[in-house]
C-alpha cells in the first residue's frame, strides 16, 4: 500500500472497533437480528499512548458510555479525558477488549500500547507496520511471568 506524504515516517495500522456491549448482547439473542455499531478506523499508532483514543464523533457513532475520567500527561499538558466502555478491538485477525479514551476533534485516532500488547504485536521498524511478533514466529503467545 502506498503511503501518503502526511504518513512517511509514521506508522499507521487498520483497527476495526466494535461496541462490545452490542457483540453480547447479539451472542445473548444468539441470532444475527442484534446490530452491533462498528467503524474502521486508520489509526496512527502512538507508544507514548496507553489506550485506543478516538474523537468524540466515533466515539457517538459507536455509541459508548462514558465510564470515567482520567487524567493524562498529553503534548499540551495536563487535561482530564473521558475514558468509554468497553470496545471488541480488532487488528490483523486478532481480537482484544479495551477501552476507549477521547481525544480532541482534528487529532487522528491513536492506537496505544495496551492493544498491541494485548493482542502481540509490534511495530517493525524498517517497514513502518504493525506486523505480529516475530519473537513468537508469528503464533499469538501472551506472557505470563
Not at 82 to 108: D, F, N
Request: contains cysteine; aromatic residues 4%; hydrophobic residues 40%.
Amino acid at each position: 500500500m502506498a503511503r501518503s506524504k502526511d504518513e512517511m515516517g509514521r506508522t499507521f495500522a487498520d483497527v476495526e472497533v466494535e461496541n462490545f456491549r452490542d457483540v453480547e448482547d447479539r451472542r445473548a439473542a444468539g441470532n444475527g437480528h442484534v446490530k452491533v455499531r462498528k467503524l474502521k478506523v486508520h489509526a496512527l499508532v502512538d507508544t507514548g499512548s496507553a489506550l485506543l483514543c478516538l474523537p468524540a464523533r466515533a466515539i457517538r457513532k459507536l455509541g459508548l458510555h462514558r465510564g470515567r475520567s482520567a487524567t493524562v500527561r498529553a503534548a499540551n499538558g495536563v487535561v482530564e479525558r473521558g475514558v468509554y466502555q468497553a470496545v471488541q478491538i480488532t487488528i490483523l485477525g486478532r481480537q482484544c477488549l479495551g477501552e476507549v479514551m477521547e481525544i480532541p476533534e482534528g487529532v487522528p485516532p491513536l492506537l496505544g500500547f495496551i492493544p498491541l500488547e494485548s493482542l502481540d504485536l509490534v511495530i517493525n521498524p524498517k517497514s513502518n507496520q504493525v506486523t505480529h511478533n516475530p519473537e513468537n514466529g508469528g503464533k499469538y503467545t501472551l506472557d505470563q511471568l
